[in-house]
């Protein structure tokens, strides 16, 4: 055991205080960063010292609360650990922004390190769910970047991150999938998928509980859709029992980013249907208009776009990362929202996206922000939920929040009958309040706000989003335009037609689950909260 300091003795006389008995604490190969300890002790005044034998030098009297020291240690024991899965130019700037924002609300510097002064106030160490520590004290993500070709990932190699990743967790190959699905799903994407699973497996044996897999990408681009489709499976086979949460950037109405798109889109969500659990879908054409209308911008950039989704990944994942009072896990998104294994597809919505200077201005009363994410121009996919009927509903508050406030707004929701629901199932609203306040990025766009609130929501309107897709896709394909590029690959031409007639009978589904529901019937079956 270490000396202690001059003004801290194992006797009944520590810093002044006067002790009936002062526990001296010793446990090896632990770590004192960012551990509150619960230690039983037989005085009056709860006061121990602390002595941590692995790295750290640091002696210091920690305050107590009742329990014990097991409570901690089963704690952290229990840790269910989240690993993100950054795929294709799309899914890596979306992440870029992500842990930039994730490293900003837990005061984890660009290099890894957390200041002296949180490490020493013991502390919440709930983020460790999407961080690991190493021995050195720094935290790395629990992520890996992966593309076909290096240049978007050496920007990340570069960036003023570059210190928070370890080197093997950003993976970039040679030569790109040129926007050919075929390329991503079976030649160029077949090379380095087995690469890919070995780094995902050594991130899944350093958590002591997996709760389950993010994957960002894209479905228009060829390495998001051919590569993201591939890992996807990979991962459905290896580990069957986790969740799997996509966010998935969907092509978009007006805007395309390439020809092909309606086939790469089609033939990936084809494979989405299959492997995923729960399939968040984005839009840039949406969110270019939401920065454009609500922020002023005359032209967003991608960073724009990026900060805005980080913002809804953030609140999806803040009880994971926080504690709170009500925490939701990955599976309770999956349990709450899909109520038939192929109806996964979520739109989201985030409440207030407000620049700083109407900011002051506005209310952003909860009311008023519950209002705001049920408004169609607030989604983040280009469809129009008033078109649809909705399912379920996830509202996840963050910041200076109280459940009296969100009753309220939602039974004047309700009152209104603003919005349909189907009814085979009740208007319940699964409801998660976090008191983490929402974090901005410093000189970014948005307003830095008390509130806020995300919305994943199951709607019949998404039918829309595939009914665009599959129109573009029988245009090409009634031509069989581009179809040899694909063929070229190692691709059946039968592939097309069954995932086509996959989308097909997705369409139907949701058709059906809307039409399930009896024109007369509102009445509120009861009230989930």
């Given at each position: 055991?270490?000396?202690?300091?001059?003004?801290?003795?194992?006797?009944?006389v520590?810093?002044?205080?006067?002790?009936?008995?002062?526990?001296?604490?010793?446990?090896?190969?632990?770590?004192?960063?960012?551990?509150?300890?619960?230690?039983?002790?037989?005085?009056?005044?709860?006061?121990?010292?602390?002595?941590?034998?692995?790295?750290?030098?640091?002696?210091?009297?920690?305050?107590?609360?009742?329990?014990?020291?097991?409570?901690?240690?089963?704690?952290?024991?229990?840790?269910?650990?989240?690993?993100?899965?950054?795929?294709?130019?799309?899914?890596?700037?979306?992440?870029?922004?992500?842990?930039?924002?994730?490293?900003?609300?837990?005061?984890?510097?660009?290099?890894?390190?957390?200041?002296?002064?949180?490490?020493?106030?013991?502390?919440?160490?709930?983020?460790?769910?999407?961080?690991?520590?190493?021995?050195?004290?720094?935290h790395?993500?629990?992520?890996?970047?992966?593309?076909?070709?290096?240049?978007?990932?050496?920007?990340?190699?570069?960036?003023?991150?570059?210190?928070?990743?370890?080197?093997?967790?950003?993976?970039?190959?040679?030569?790109?999938?040129?926007?050919?699905?075929?390329?991503?799903?079976?030649?160029?994407?077949?090379?380095?998928?087995?690469?890919?699973?070995?780094?995902?497996?050594?991130?899944?044996?350093?958590?002591?509980?997996?709760?389950?897999?993010?994957?960002?990408?894209?479905?228009?681009g060829?390495?998001?859709?051919?590569?993201?489709?591939?890992?996807?499976?990979?991962?459905?086979?290896?580990?069957?029992?986790?969740?799997?949460?996509?966010?998935?950037?969907?092509?978009?109405?007006?805007?395309?980013?390439?020809?092909?798109?309606?086939?790469?889109?089609?033939?990936?969500?084809?494979?989405?249907?299959?492997?995923?659990?729960?399939?968040?879908?984005?839009?840039?054409?949406?969110?270019?208009?939401?920065c454009?209308?609500?922020?002023?911008?005359e032209?967003?950039?991608?960073?724009?776009?990026?900060?805005?989704?980080?913002?809804?990944?953030?609140?999806?994942?803040?009880?994971?990362?926080?504690d709170?009072?009500?925490?939701?896990?990955?599976?309770e998104?999956?349990?709450n929202?899909?109520?038939y294994?192929?109806?996964?597809?979520?739109?989201?919505?985030?409440a207030?996206?407000?620049?700083?200077?109407?900011?002051?201005?506005?209310?952003?009363?909860?009311?008023?922000?519950?209002?705001?994410?049920?408004?169609?121009?607030?989604?983040?996919?280009?469809?129009?939920?008033?078109?649809?009927?909705?399912?379920a509903?996830?509202?996840?508050?963050?910041?200076?929040?109280?459940?009296?406030?969100?009753?309220?707004?939602?039974?004047?929701?309700?009152?209104?009958?603003?919005i349909?629901?189907?009814?085979?199932?009740?208007?319940?609203?699964?409801?998660?309040?976090?008191?983490?306040?929402?974090?901005?990025?410093?000189?970014?766009?948005l307003?830095?706000?008390?509130?806020?609130?995300?919305?994943?929501?199951n709607?019949?309107?998404?039918?829309?989003?595939?009914?665009?897709?599959?129109?573009?896709?029988?245009?090409?394909?009634?031509?069989?335009?581009?179809?040899?590029?694909?063929?070229?690959?190692?691709?059946?031409?039968?592939?097309?037609?069954?995932?086509?007639?996959?989308?097909?009978?997705?369409?139907?589904?949701?058709?059906?689950?809307?039409?399930?529901?009896?024109?007369?019937?509102?009445?509120?079956?009861?009230?989930?909260?």
């Amino acid at each position: 055991m270490q000396q202690l300091p001059p003004n801290c003795r194992a006797c009944p006389v520590v810093n002044g205080m006067l002790y009936s008995t002062v526990k001296i604490i010793s446990i090896p190969n632990f770590s004192c960063v960012g551990l509150q300890l619960k230690v039983s002790i037989s005085c009056t005044c709860s006061m121990a010292i602390f002595v941590c034998n692995s790295r750290c030098s640091l002696i210091r009297p920690i305050h107590l609360s009742f329990g014990t020291l097991e409570d901690k240690f089963s704690k952290r024991k229990e840790m269910r650990e989240c690993v993100s899965i950054h795929i294709g130019q799309a899914g890596i700037q979306v992440g870029n922004a992500c842990w930039e924002l994730f490293c900003l609300e837990h005061g984890i510097q660009p290099d890894g390190q957390l200041p002296m002064e949180k490490t020493c106030n013991g502390g919440d160490d709930a983020f460790m769910t999407f961080f690991s520590e190493t021995g050195a004290g720094k935290h790395v993500p629990r992520c890996i970047f992966l593309d076909l070709e290096p240049t978007v990932i050496d920007e990340v190699r570069t960036g003023t991150y570059r210190q928070l990743f370890h080197p093997e967790q950003l993976i970039s190959g040679k030569e790109d999938a040129a926007n050919n699905f075929a390329r991503g799903h079976y030649t160029i994407g077949k090379e380095s998928v087995d690469l890919c699973l070995d780094r995902i497996r050594k991130l899944a044996d350093g958590c002591t509980g997996l709760q389950g897999f993010l994957v960002f990408h894209s479905v228009g681009g060829g390495t998001g859709s051919g590569l993201g489709s591939l890992l996807l499976e990979r991962l459905s086979v290896d580990y069957g029992k986790k969740s799997k949460i996509s966010m998935c950037v969907f092509p978009s109405p007006q805007v395309s980013g390439a020809v092909v798109e309606p086939y790469n889109g089609v033939l990936s969500t084809h494979s989405l249907l299959e492997h995923t659990d729960v399939a968040i879908m984005l839009d840039n054409e949406a969110i270019y208009d939401i920065c454009r209308r609500n922020l002023d911008m005359e032209r967003p950039t991608y960073t724009n776009l990026n900060r805005l989704v980080c913002q809804v990944v953030s609140s999806l994942t803040a009880s994971l990362r926080f504690d709170g009072a009500l925490n939701v896990d990955l599976a309770e998104f999956q349990t709450n929202l899909v109520p038939y294994p192929r109806i996964h597809f979520m739109l989201s919505s985030y409440a207030p996206v407000i620049s700083a200077e109407k900011a002051y201005h506005e209310q952003l009363s909860v009311y008023a922000l519950t209002n705001s994410v049920f408004e169609p121009s607030n989604m983040m996919a280009k469809c129009d939920p008033r078109h649809g009927k909705y399912m379920a509903c996830c509202l996840m508050y963050r910041g200076d929040v109280v459940p009296k406030d969100v009753n309220a707004a939602i039974g004047t929701i309700k009152t209104k009958r603003t919005i349909q629901f189907v009814d085979w199932c009740p208007t319940g609203f699964k409801c998660g309040i976090n008191y983490q306040p929402p974090t901005v990025v410093p000189g970014g766009d948005l307003a830095r706000v008390q509130r806020a609130v995300c919305m994943l929501s199951n709607t019949t309107s998404v039918a829309e989003v595939f009914s665009r897709l599959d129109h573009k896709f029988d245009l090409m394909y009634s031509k069989r335009a581009f179809v040899h590029w694909y063929v070229g690959e190692g691709m059946e031409e039968g592939e097309f037609s069954e995932a086509r007639e996959d989308l097909a009978a997705l369409e139907k589904d949701y058709e059906e689950v809307g039409a399930e529901s009896d024109e007369t019937g509102y009445e509120d079956e009861g009230e989930e909260y």
